[in-house]
Nanobody
């Protein structure tokens, strides 16, 4: 059974930093591209960042480019999202997702999803 478990979300002040983690089990992690998505209250879920199965390629939403960094450790079956210079508009539930093969930005291609972790940025 595939499980993705996110952690690291919390309340932080604007300008602060957080690192989210997503631990995967039940799949050959190194063969899966990983993505981070988020959903703010009253809004649709949106793409944040994605990383290829080896970590050589990364993709970012324009809204987080230059502030967020996605990375992975295949030895630990874990993907990370380092978030710096956080803004109130980054407040959302953050989800990690896994997709076999190459990384893409569309959520419809991701098969496995975590339960989400809440990030709240106060102004």
């Amino acid at each position: 059974q595939v499980q993705l478990v996110e952690s690291g979300g919390e309340l932080v002040q604007a300008g602060g930093s957080l690192r989210l983690s997503c631990a995967a089990s039940g799949l050959t992690f190194s063969m899966y591209a990983m993505g981070w998505f988020r959903q703010a209250p009253g809004k649709e879920r949106e793409f944040v960042a994605a990383i290829s199965w080896k970590g050589g390629n990364t993709y970012y939403a324009d809204s987080v480019k230059g502030r967020f960094t996605i990375s992975r450790d295949n030895a630990k079956n874990t993907v990370y999202l380092q978030m710096n210079t956080l803004k109130p508009e980054d407040t959302a539930v953050y989800y990690c997702a896994a997709k076999y093969g190459s990384a893409v930005t569309s959520e419809v291609n991701y098969r496995y999803w975590g339960q989400g972790t809440q990030v709240t940025v106060s102004s």
